[in-house]
């Protein structure tokens, strides 16, 4: 067994304060305001509430179920964790993250958050305000999931969605689709209505799409719809919010009953390991990130800060030698 050797270091009882104020970027003329301590509990500054989470909360009400609170549990990265994260995980640069969810029995994340807000609209997205919240960064959960999508859980799971008998997993994903949108809004924060300004100066589409994006759920998902994208977008929910996604619970069962180690072996942390070099890892458990599933667009790493190539980002493939 091999184990992260992390730094002793004061964690912040505030989650994703450190990473957050590292942040500012800029809408249109309005500089959008950091997210301050505060702002996650008692002293909290006046918030500004969308049309999408004033109608979230109405919608709640009127079904006589409590508010959905959001149960975010994300601390800020060390510099080993972003190093984890694009030299091991990924194998290209991300920006924008925020924050890391639960850690598998070695020490290194399983899933991380990015900021919703990155981009200019000139950039050719339809909106400043990102979908895409949560993302899975362990190898050996991304590599069980797809798998077992190859085999059809993503058909079969929402097929079964879909059976009276189920009915405790619909209520459940759409639990997770609240949760998920009221994380996005936390996310955000004092910055909301920066974006929103700008999206009202844009047009009245611009508007609805921010709109919409505010209100959506897991993987900017229609609320609605009673049916999920992937599995991996599934448990980063989970492990990005205090594992609260019951679906997501019941998918991490059903991965161990496939017979994996959901929160790690005996060897795949040779992958993550710092202190193991790259070759040497290859030789022992290496799963290739090759199609992207950020957001964003990967800046793959240069050849000098990395021990050895790697293959190209194009598509998953495993190598265990």
């Known amino acids: 067994m091999c184990a992260l050797r992390l730094q002793s270091r004061l964690r912040s009882t505030l989650l994703l304060a450190g990473s957050?104020?590292?942040?500012?970027?800029?809408?249109?003329?309005?500089?959008?305001h950091t997210m301050h301590v505060g702002e996650w509990g008692r002293g909290q500054p006046r918030r500004v509430r969308s049309r999408s989470a004033v109608g979230i909360a109405r919608a709640q009400a009127s079904s006589g179920a409590p508010p959905p609170v959001s149960n975010l549990a994300v601390e800020p990265p060390t510099s080993d964790d972003m190093r984890v994260l694009q030299e091991r995980q990924l194998g290209h640069r991300v920006s924008n993250v925020v924050g890391v969810g639960a850690r598998c029995r070695h020490g290194f994340s399983q899933a991380f958050a990015f900021d919703p807000?990155?981009?200019?609209?000139?950039?050719?997205?339809?909106?400043?305000?990102?979908?895409?919240?949560?993302?899975?960064?362990?190898?050996?959960?991304?590599?069980?999931?797809?798998?077992?999508?190859?085999?059809?859980?993503?058909k079969r799971i929402n097929e079964e969605l879909g059976e009276p008998r189920n009915a405790h997993l619909a209520r459940a994903l759409n639990e997770a689709h609240a949760g998920h949108a009221v994380a996005r809004h936390e996310i955000v924060g004092a910055r909301l209505g920066a974006v929103e300004r700008e999206a009202r100066a844009a047009g009245a589409e611009q508007e609805k799409v921010v709109q919409t994006v505010l209100a959506s759920g897991i993987a900017g998902q229609t609320r609605s719809k009673l049916d999920i994208k992937c599995v991996h977008a599934q448990l980063a929910d989970h492990l990005?919010?205090?594992?609260?996604?019951?679906?997501?619970?019941?998918?991490?069962?059903?991965?161990?009953?496939?017979?994996?180690?959901?929160?790690?072996?005996?060897?795949?942390?040779?992958q993550c390991s710092l202190h193991?070099?790259?070759?040497?890892?290859?030789?022992?458990?290496?799963?290739?990130?090759?199609?992207?599933?950020?957001?964003?667009?990967?800046s793959p790493l240069p050849p000098d800060e990395r021990d050895t190539p790697r293959a190209s980002p194009l598509c998953w493939q495993v190598r265990a030698e």
């Open 276 to 298: 193991v070099p790259e070759a040497e890892a290859r030789r022992t458990w290496w799963c290739v990130p090759s199609r992207c599933r950020s957001p964003f667009p990967p």
């Open 20 to 32: 957050i104020a590292r942040l500012a970027p800029v809408v249109g003329s309005a500089s959008l």
């Open 117 to 154: 807000v990155d981009r200019p609209l000139s950039s050719g997205r339809k909106s400043r305000l990102e979908s895409g919240l949560f993302r899975l960064a362990c190898p050996l959960l991304v590599k069980a999931i797809d798998e077992w999508e190859a085999e059809g859980a993503v």
């Open 240 to 270: 990005c919010r205090s594992s609260t996604n019951g679906l997501g619970a019941d998918l991490l069962r059903r991965l161990e009953e496939r017979g994996v180690a959901t929160r790690g072996d005996e060897s795949c942390c040779a």
